[in-house]
T-cell receptor, first 112, second 111 residues
Framework: GEQVEQRPPHLSVREGDSAFIICTYT??????FYWYKQEPGAGLQLLMS?????DRKEEQGLTVLLNKKDKRLSLNLTAAHPGDSAVYFC???????????FGKGTLLTVTP | EAAVTQSPRNKVTVTGGNVTLSCRQT?????MYWYRQDTGHGLRLIHY???????QIGDVPDGYKATRTTQEDFFLLLELASPSQTSLYFC??????????FGEGSKLTVL
């Protein structure tokens, strides 16, 4: 089945710096890609979704890049602030789009 | 706003105990999911369902049963709890788009 590797597991940046998280997946039929954010004590919330026909998507200080050739998905938070401190998960799914496989998460800490 | 409510939020039981975790969604979603979250493993899918009476096996189903009684309600059952099932459990719902709406989690401790 699908395998998703996410790195780094921990990331610490200063306020105003960028934070970069990367995921690799194994199934070339993977069609849907997601980034979720989990704040302390809460469930996950969807940040961004990208479909396989998109290479780059930007929204509100977040940039998602998709490299289908290398089976790589990345998230870049530009100008991070302390409120961005959370655990970030990538998730992927195949054509069915109802069964997601999650990465193991990245704990991002943004210090003032 | 989508709403997924889990109960109980915290549960402590002993080895061999019987535990039921409840989940209710008011999103009119067809899909509901049970995940467990553990350090070093991320989120792992236990069971999911695409409608009342339906049950699909996830990636880590051993030791768990689940039942979807209505479109709104999805239950996770641990009939003989073991310490390895100590975890943070999340329920989620979706309309099949890949956008999952998560509950706030149920922390289970098995002594």
């Amino acid at each position: 089945g699908e395998q998703v590797e996410q790195r780094p597991p921990h990331l610490s940046v200063r306020e105003g710096d960028s934070a970069f998280i990367i995921c690799t997946y194994t199934d070339s039929a993977t069609a849907y890609f997601y980034w979720y954010k989990q704040e302390p004590g809460a469930g996950l919330q969807l940040l961004m979704s990208v479909f396989s026909n998109v290479d780059r998507k930007e929204e509100q200080g977040l940039t998602v890049l998709l490299n289908k050739k290398d089976k790589r998905l990345s998230l870049n938070l530009t100008a991070a602030h302390p409120g961005d401190s959370a655990v970030y998960f990538c998730a992927v799914s195949g054509g069915s789009n109802y069964k997601l496989t999650f990465g193991k998460g990245t704990l991002l800490t943004v210090t003032p | 706003e989508a709403a997924v409510t889990q109960s109980p939020r915290n549960k402590v039981t002993v080895t061999g105990g019987n535990v039921t975790l409840s989940c209710r969604q008011t999103n009119s979603h067809n899909y509901m999911y049970w995940y467990r979250q553990d350090t070093g493993h991320g989120l792992r899918l236990i069971h999911y369902s695409y409608g009342a009476g339906n049950l699909q096996i996830g990636d880590v189903p051993d030791g768990y049963k689940a039942t979807r009684t209505t479109q709104e309600d999805f239950f996770l059952l641990l009939e003989l709890a073991s310490p390895s099932q100590t975890s943070l459990y999340f329920c989620a719902s979706s309309g099949g788009t890949g956008q999952l709406y998560f509950g706030e989690g149920s922390k289970l401790t098995v002594l």
